[in-house]
């Protein structure tokens, strides 16, 4: 059974830092790309930041130059540095993985629980 767990989310003030860590654990054979969603309360779930296999980065306007995406392969985990925090950042976070089974061709996309981030005074 494959699990992501995510952490790293908390209470931050505005222009703060954070850094949410997801870990990929389970019998699989390969992860490819990997991302960070949002979702606040009331609207729908949104891609943040995106990281493919071989590391190529992609972020939605709003994060761009804020939030840094990285992962580390080894430890099968997919970062989200998140500096200079807005309060319009106040969401659930999410962690996605497209994750390839053993013995499967085609790989599945897997979902963490969350993890809260709130930016407020």
């Known amino acids: 059974q494959v699990q992501l767990v995510e952490s790293g989310g908390g209470l931050v003030q505005p222009g703060g830092s954070l850094r949410l860590s997801c870990v990929a654990s389970?019998?699989?054979?390969?992860?490819?790309?990997m991302g960070w969603y949002r979702q606040a309360p009331g609207k729908q779930r949104d891609l943040v930041a995106h990281?493919?296999?071989?590391?190529?980065?992609n972020y939605v306007d709003s994060v761009k130059g804020r939030f840094t995406i990285s992962r580390d392969n080894a430890r099968n985990t997919v970062y989200l540095q998140m500096n200079n925090l807005k309060p319009e950042d106040t969401a659930v976070y999410y962690c996605?993985?497209?994750?390839?089974?053993?013995?499967?061709?085609?790989?599945?996309?897997?979902w963490g629980k969350g993890t809260l981030v709130t930016v407020s005074s």
């Open positions: 996605n993985a497209r994750i390839v089974r053993v013995g499967a061709r085609l790989g599945l996309d897997y």
């Open positions: 990281i493919t296999s071989d590391s190529t980065t």
């Open positions: 389970g019998s699989f054979f390969s992860i490819n790309a």
